[in-house]
T-cell receptor, first 116, second 114 residues
Framework: SAVISQKPSRDICQRGTSLTIQCQVD?????MFWYRQQPGQSLTLIAT?????????ESGFVIDKFPISRPNLTFSTLTVSNMSPEDSSIYLC?????????????FGPGTRLTVL | AQSVTQPDIHITVSEGASLELRCNYS??????LFWYVQSPGQGLQLLLK??????LVQGIKGFEAEFKRSQSSFNLRKPSVHWSDAAEYFC????????????FGAGTRLAVHP
């Protein structure tokens, strides 16, 4: 299965600033996903990122707030823009591995974001 | 609307006792079903999955789950819980075929008493 790393693992940011979260995979994958997990809550899909195309955002999430890049098959970034305390969450990336793990998603360790 | 319900927010069991975590789903077609575990400060780890075939699936760490189409359920079970099983458990559904947009339940937090 794919091994996924995220940077940073945690950060504390000021209101109005932006943070870019990196997701690195140890193998080439087609599908990458970004989720948000608000405190004490479940995971909500923010967007799906395919290499070479625009990210597809879920209802309630917009590109201006959460711009995503997917420059190659092993890397993606999610930016949380113009942050407010309501953006305090854990942000997780996941990948669909393909092959024998087709339709399985593997998750990174997450980035814990606190906005003051 | 597609949804996943985990009726139990918190469950406490004694070490060595059996465990069943409930999961019900609402989906337009037969979905793919998953159970994930999240230990404190960790990402999500896949415990097991159901795609088709045998409705009783075995996973890692001694967990199993049974798909019951008539009840739209996919309950997670373990015959004897270990203290290290204390974590949050998430049930998820996704569409069969195509790419896998997962919908997660609210999670069940499991505490294990010695």
């Amino acid at each position: 299965s794919a091994v996924i790393s995220q940077k940073p693992s945690r950060d504390i940011c000021q209101r109005g600033t932006s943070l870019t979260i990196q997701c690195q995979v140890d193998s080439q994958v087609t599908m990458m996903f970004w989720y948000r997990q608000q405190p004490g809550q479940s995971l909500t899909l923010i967007a799906t990122a395919n290499q070479g195309s625009e990210a597809t955002y879920e209802s309630g999430f917009v590109i201006d707030k959460f711009p995503i890049s997917r420059p190659n098959l092993t890397f993606s970034t999610l930016t949380v823009s113009n942050m407010s305390p309501e953006d305090s969450s854990i942000y997780l990336c996941s990948v669909e591995d393909g092959g024998q793990h087709y339709n399985e998603q593997f998750f990174g360790p997450g980035t814990r974001l606190t906005v003051l | 609307a597609q949804s996943v319900t985990q009726p139990d927010i918190h469950i406490t069991v004694s070490e060595g006792a059996s465990l069943e975590l409930r999961c019900n789903y609402s989906y337009g077609a037969t979905p793919y079903l998953f159970w994930y575990v999240q230990s404190p400060g960790q990402g999500l780890q896949l415990l097991l999955k159901y795609f088709s075939g045998d409705t009783l699936v075995q996973g890692i760490k001694g967990f199993e789950a049974e798909f019951k189409r008539s009840q739209s359920s996919f309950n997670l079970r373990k015959p004897s819980v270990h203290w290290s099983d204390a974590a949050e458990y998430f049930c998820a559904v996704g569409p069969s075929g195509g790419y896998n947009k997962l919908i997660f339940g609210a999670g069940t937090r499991l505490a294990v008493h010695p």
